[in-house]
């Protein structure tokens, strides 16, 4: 195996390994510990004794699998032992952490006797929810898997089988549809008779290929009735009565070639004798039994998968191993059953047919993905994967009867599923199912871009939004026919040079800019074929629109001059404001002005505190409020702390009741411990969620370095203030952030 450039480094630095164990629940205090362990450990323990069942109340059994192995069969290395394959285990507990949010406990077990590791595994039970083994060798795997099957009530899950088997059987029902062939009438090769193959053959014809239309071969060549040498009784299931001798003799006529065996096992000669739009799977790590290159030089029908991330089609377990326990271990299954295994499989196949976002294009250097010969499986950092297999394995599990703890309500569950991908998603949920009750018309004057058009299939397959495009029809029904979008007549295209009420428009700006040096005709102009901004702003105002979203192509700037001139800011303020929400894993926190105002005044900065308390209100999230400074409640007599605590004083009067203080410093404002203890008369008695910076700059530069190097997500920005709801997007914006604005649009235009 080829050595990679800084993987010792990466492993060494720092902490060593890859996984540590974090507390979830505090242990500061002498309290803490009293309840962490003794006395108040014996409370739980003794509901356990009385009902096994709580443990998974008390304990993190329920959340937590343990990974197996012996080392016998680590991948592209081979029996490498149970301590020198610990690494390959850790780095499997970082995937189900990072693609699931499931806590694992490597586990070695320094044994080639498959019976001791049954023994060690059964013992193992009332520590885990699950039991993920790995990387132990054929044929004592499929032995130990079947032992433990029987004898324990927890799912057991070999993933060098079956994950590879699910991943692989999902592309090969794709790519199946894409040539129009029918499962059950195709002719297919495995080469290789180890663990994984024998797992793809099964699964293979428990979704409809027919046994006799399958071979399998290994080292010695096709698997035959009558053949004596090298043979098992898992290899034995897939003996054939048929006189081909060798894998070159089986790939003649074969309509797929499935590869679990070693690099140049697949000959160019074996490819042309394959039938028509052959499919090979070629699966050998690291290297492939026959390159894509290799494959399509000899014919250009081929449709081709390997395991290597560096080629199109990579089957990769990560796909399958932690979202299938995911939905297991959510339903308390006692097994992974046969059931769950081909919910895996349809539900992979499905999502590779939908769009793909652009945060994994982005992921995979801006390549953009779609169904086809080149995109059969998801990507691995596709974040629907958890929010497709998890369901479907939670439903087999209970369709089938195994799940113990079965889920109610799986559109909650899905929901609770998004939350495990961050604060952020749980967020915009809870802002999208408001949208949802009740969708308003949003205009886009990017009507052509293609961003913008793939958001507008979302916002009205999922029910958000009633999207407005703006731009020539041709432009936009040529672009949407290349997208493959089609919105069955629900989305108005509207045309300014060409729309009924572009005169009436004309006339209300000309009135409303006629002593600002703008003439009719100007007026004309700039609505019919200078700035679609301003038309999508005069829909709104009209009442033709309920809110616009613009500035995908634009400069910030260059929608909210257009906004302030059509549409105004509210009655009575002196500016309008911005705002970035900041997601972080343990809390929310509203930043403002972040994007409008330069250098506020005192008064501008009440604005900004109150409207912000209106959009917290918005969110759910009940306000508190931290006006920031240099300066701690007096301690700096600077005009600029002065500004600000002026600004405090002029919310307390103007909103009463609104819970704010200042002006404080910033960690001040957020760390409780620094208000309660060095200044227990502030009104703020707790860390404030809002956070009002004294000037741009500061704000500006304080949520570009919390998201960048504090890892939190930026939700914005949402700008404050105006008659009738405006958002701005940026240059840089994917699909899912139009729609999670479009999303903030409407509730806003909802409450407007």
């Known amino acids: 195996?080829?050595?990679?450039?800084?993987?010792?480094?990466?492993?060494?630095?720092?902490?060593?390994?890859?996984?540590?164990?974090?507390?979830?629940?505090?242990?500061?205090?002498?309290?803490?510990?009293?309840?962490?362990?003794?006395?108040?450990?014996?409370?739980?323990?003794?509901?356990?004794?009385?009902?096994?069942?709580?443990?998974?109340?008390?304990?993190?059994?329920?959340?937590?699998?343990?990974?197996?192995?012996?080392?016998?069969?680590?991948?592209?290395?081979?029996?490498?032992?149970?301590?020198?394959?610990?690494?390959?285990?850790?780095?499997?507990?970082?995937?189900?952490?990072?693609?699931?949010?499931?806590?694992?406990?490597?586990?070695?077990?320094?044994?080639?006797?498959?019976?001791?590791?049954?023994?060690?595994?059964?013992?193992?039970?009332?520590?885990?929810?699950?039991?993920?083994?790995?990387?132990?060798?054929?044929?004592?795997?499929?032995?130990?898997?079947?032992?433990?099957?029987?004898?324990?009530?927890?799912?057991?899950?070999?993933?060098?089988?079956?994950?590879?088997?699910?991943?692989?059987?999902?592309?090969?029902?794709?790519?199946?549809?894409?040539?129009?062939?029918?499962?059950?009438?195709?002719?297919?090769?495995?080469?290789?008779?180890?663990?994984?193959?024998?797992?793809?053959?099964?699964?293979?014809?428990?979704?409809?290929?027919?046994?006799?239309?399958?071979?399998?071969?290994?080292?010695?060549?096709?698997?035959?009735?009558?053949?004596?040498?090298?043979?098992?009784?898992?290899?034995?299931?897939?003996?054939?009565?048929?006189?081909?001798?060798?894998?070159?003799?089986?790939?003649?006529?074969?309509?797929?070639?499935?590869?679990?065996?070693?690099?140049?096992?697949?000959?160019?000669?074996m490819v042309r004798k394959m039938a028509a739009n052959p499919i090979i799977f070629a699966m050998a790590n690291p290297d492939p039994e026959i390159t894509p290159e290799e494959a399509r030089a000899v014919r250009g029908d081929v449709l081709i998968a390997t395991g290597r991330s560096d080629y199109p089609n990579q089957v990769n377990n990560v796909l399958g191993f932690p979202f299938i326990f995911r939905g297991a271990l959510d339903v308390r299954a006692t097994t992974i059953n046969e059931e769950m295994k081909k919910a895996a499989v349809f539900a992979l196949a499905e999502l590779a047919r939908e769009e793909c976002p652009d945060s994994v294009c982005r992921a995979y250097g801006n390549v953009k993905f779609s169904f086809g010969r080149d995109y059969i499986i998801p990507k691995p950092f596709d974040p629907r994967a958890l929010l497709r297999v998890a369901p479907a394995i939670a439903k087999a599990a209970m369709d089938s009867g195994v799940a113990r703890q079965p889920i109610a309500d799986m559109d909650k569950y899905v929901e609770h599923l998004e939350s495990l991908q961050g604060k952020a998603k749980e967020t915009m949920r809870l802002i999208i199912n408001k949208a949802k009750s009740d969708p308003k018309r949003i205009v886009f004057p990017e009507g052509d871009n293609e961003k913008i058009l793939r958001a507008a299939q979302i916002l009205i397959e999922e029910g958000i939004a009633k999207p407005i495009l703006i731009g020539s029809s041709d432009k936009i029904n040529a672009k949407m026919e290349e997208l493959g979008l089609d919105f069955n007549g629900s989305v108005p295209i509207i045309d300014p040079s060409n729309f009924s009420q572009s005169e009436e428009y004309a006339q209300e700006l000309f009135s409303l800019r006629q002593r600002k040096g703008l003439t009719l005709s100007e007026a004309r102009r700039i609505l019919t074929r200078k700035s679609r901004t301003h038309f999508g702003c005069m829909m709104v105002r009209q009442g033709d629109a309920d809110t616009l979203l613009s500035g995908i192509d634009t400069h910030y700037p260059e929608t909210i001059r257009p906004a302030l001139e059509v549409i105004g800011k509210q009655a009575g303020l002196?500016?309008?404001?911005?705002?970035?929400?900041?997601?972080?894993?343990?809390?929310?926190?509203?930043?403002?002005?972040?994007?409008?105002?330069?250098?506020?005044?005192?008064?501008?900065?009440?604005?900004?505190?109150?409207?912000?308390?209106?959009?917290?209100?918005?969110?759910?999230?009940?306000?508190?409020?931290?006006?920031?400074?240099?300066?701690?409640?007096?301690?700096?007599?600077?005009?600029?702390?002065?500004?600000?605590?002026?600004?405090?004083?002029?919310?307390?009067?103007?909103?009463?009741?609104?819970?704010?203080?200042?002006?404080?410093?910033?960690?001040?404002?957020?760390?409780?411990?620094?208000?309660?203890?060095?200044?227990?008369?502030?009104?703020?008695?707790?860390?404030?969620?809002?956070?009002?910076?004294?000037?741009?700059?500061?704000?500006?530069?304080?949520?570009?370095?919390?998201?960048?190097?504090?890892?939190?997500?930026a939700i914005g920005p949402i700008l404050m203030g105006m008659k009738k709801p405006v958002h701005v997007l940026q240059r840089g914006d994917d699909v899912d952030d139009i729609v999670n604005m479009a999303a903030i649009a409407v509730v806003d235009a909802q409450i407007s």
Do not use: W
């Open 1 to 269: 195996m080829a050595k990679i450039t800084g993987a010792l480094e990466y492993h060494s630095s720092g902490r060593k390994g890859k996984i540590e164990v974090i507390s979830s629940k505090p242990c500061l205090t002498s309290r803490d510990l009293s309840l962490a362990y003794s006395p108040g450990v014996a409370e739980p323990c003794l509901e356990i004794e009385k009902n096994p069942e709580d443990a998974y109340q008390y304990t993190a059994k329920g959340n937590l699998v343990a990974v197996v192995s012996n080392g016998t069969a680590v991948l592209g290395l081979g029996n490498i032992g149970a301590l020198a394959g610990k690494p390959v285990m850790e780095g499997k507990g970082v995937l189900f952490k990072r693609f699931a949010d499931i806590d694992v406990f490597d586990i070695e077990l320094n044994s080639e006797n498959p019976d001791e590791i049954i023994r060690a595994c059964q013992l193992l039970e009332p520590t885990f929810g699950g039991i993920n083994l790995e990387d132990i060798k054929a044929p004592e795997c499929f032995y130990i898997e079947e032992e433990l099957k029987k004898t324990m009530n927890i799912p057991v899950f070999h993933d060098d089988q079956h994950g590879t088997a699910i991943i692989s059987s999902a592309a090969l029902i794709n790519a199946l549809e894409l040539i129009d062939k029918k499962i059950d009438q195709i002719k297919i090769v495995v080469n290789g008779a180890g663990a994984s193959a024998i797992a793809c053959a099964n699964l293979a014809i428990s979704l409809g290929v027919k046994r006799e239309n399958l071979i399998m071969c290994d080292t010695k060549g096709v698997i035959y009735q009558g053949r004596a040498e090298g043979m098992n009784k898992y290899k034995e299931r897939f003996a054939v009565d048929t006189p081909l001798r060798t894998l070159e003799e089986a790939a003649n006529g074969a309509d797929v070639l499935f590869g679990l065996s070693s690099k140049g096992a697949f000959t160019a000669e």
């Open 574 to 713: 002196s500016s309008v404001h911005g705002l970035y929400m900041m997601v972080f894993k343990k809390g929310i926190f509203l930043l403002a002005d972040t994007t409008v105002c330069i250098e506020p005044t005192a008064e501008e900065l009440a604005e900004t505190a109150i409207l912000a308390a209106e959009k917290a209100r918005m969110f759910d999230i009940d306000p508190t409020i931290a006006m920031l400074s240099f300066s701690n409640f007096g301690s700096v007599q600077h005009p600029q702390a002065l500004k600000v605590k002026k600004a405090a004083e002029i919310v307390k009067e103007k909103a009463p009741g609104l819970i704010i203080d200042g002006e404080m410093q910033s960690d001040t404002a957020v760390v409780t411990e620094i208000l309660q203890k060095s200044f227990p008369f502030a009104n703020l008695k707790e860390a404030a969620n809002i956070l009002i910076f004294p000037d741009l700059n500061s704000g500006n530069i304080c949520y570009k370095l919390l998201h960048h190097l504090g890892g939190a997500e």
